[in-house]
C-alpha cells in the first residue's frame, strides 16, 4: 500500500465517522437574523450561533464590531429596509471555515448611506467567511457591493 493510498483511506475513514462537524446549519442563523432583524428569535438564534467575543471584520469604517453592535446595525438596516432579504446561493465548508455566496436585496424607506432611492430596490451580490470554533462563529469576514447598491438605487 503506498503512501497516497494510506491517506486517501485515512481521509475517506475521517470523513465517514463524522470527524469534521458540518457547520452550514450554526452559519444559517447568521443569515436568518439578516433577513429578519426585527425578530428576537432570529436574534437568539444568532446569539447562540456566536461566540460572545465574535468579530465581523468588513466594515467600511475600518474597526471591527461587536456581536452587540453587529446586532445594532442589523437592527438599524431592518427599520431602513423592511423588506431585507439575505438569500444564501453557495455554502462550502473547510475544516472551520465556511464561504458563503448570497444576495441582499431590499428597498429603503429613507435616505441610504445619503441616496435617496425614490422607492427604488437593490440586489447586490455579497460574499461572507465565516471561522468557526467549539461549533461557534468566532469571527466573519464579509465583502458586500454596496456602491453596486447606491449606483441601483440613484437610477444611473
Known amino acids: 500500500m503506498t503512501f497516497k493510498t494510506l491517506f486517501a483511506s485515512a481521509t475517506l475513514a475521517t ?3 463524522g470527524a469534521f462537524a458540518d457547520d452550514t446549519e450554526t452559519v444559517s442563523a447568521f443569515y436568518e437574523m439578516l433577513s429578519n ?4 428569535s432570529h436574534v437568539a438564534a444568532f446569539v447562540d450561533a456566536t ?23 442589523v437592527g438599524s438596516f431592518g427599520q431602513l429596509m423592511p423588506d ?34 425614490e422607492g427604488r430596490s437593490f440586489d447586490i451580490m455579497t460574499i461572507d467567511i465565516h471561522q468557526l ?8 469576514w464579509h465583502v458586500e457591493d454596496w456602491a453596486g447598491a447606491l449606483q441601483q438605487l440613484s437610477g444611473k
Open 15 to 17: 470523513l465517514a465517522t
Open 37 to 40: 432583524p426585527g425578530s428576537q
Open 51 to 73: 461566540s460572545e467575543n465574535w468579530v465581523s471584520v468588513g466594515g467600511y469604517s475600518g474597526t471591527d464590531k461587536t456581536r452587540d453592535a453587529f446586532i445594532g446595525q
Open 84 to 117: 431585507l432579504n439575505w438569500a444564501v446561493q453557495d455554502i462550502h465548508q473547510d475544516e472551520n471555515f465556511v464561504t458563503v455566496r448570497s444576495r441582499a436585496t431590499g428597498t429603503p424607506v429613507a435616505p441610504f448611506f445619503g441616496v435617496d432611492g
Open 133 to 140: 470554533e467549539n461549533g461557534e462563529i468566532v469571527k466573519t
